[in-house]
């Protein structure tokens, strides 16, 4: 879903570069001339805040935390649902959220571009790498990242309070 709503924000903007060169807006009797961008950011944000809000109904997701990035500049950014469950916290750019499991797939996919560059070895006890791992139990010392990877090295896991 992600990628769909990168690929309509994409579309947007590519299809801006084609209207012409401004817009007029009209109100209490005065001519504004808008540019092109301030069109296309306008029409964006329509979009973006759109397919937001339609995660939040559709998938039953409490809240959407959005950005879109061109060039390593935040160009939008926004966010729609409920911050709890009641409804009662308001849903702020600033909100929190939990990492969660995410910070698995990113820490699977460092460790296996080091496994690719030939710096780490998945079989290799993990105290090779991080000298100052210990734990009471002697056979920590036969833990190898492969085992942290698919959860059988026998860490007990913790959970955020």
Do not use: C, W
């Amino acid at each position: 879903m992600k990628n769909k709503l990168t690929g309509v924000l994409a579309a947007t903007l590519a299809l801006t570069m084609i209207l012409p060169t401004g817009a007029k807006a009209f109100s209490e009797g005065k001519t504004t001339v808008v540019s092109n961008a301030e069109v296309a950011s306008q029409e964006l944000k329509k979009i973006a805040a759109e397919k937001a809000a339609l995660l939040t109904k559709s998938y039953g997701t409490t809240s959407v935390q959005y950005a879109l990035i061109d060039n390593g500049k935040l160009t939008l950014s926004g966010q729609a649902g409920k911050n709890d469950m009641e409804g009662e916290q308001p849903l702020t750019k600033d909100t929190l959220y939990g990492i969660g499991s995410v910070s698995k797939m990113y820490a699977t996919a460092a460790v296996m571009k080091l496994v690719d560059e030939g710096k780490v070895d998945l079989d290799a006890p993990v105290v090779n790498y991080v000298p100052d791992f210990k734990m009471k139990d002697g056979r920590y010392k036969r833990i190898t990242p492969r085992m942290l990877l698919n959860h059988s090295s026998g860490l007990q896991g913790s959970t955020l309070s």
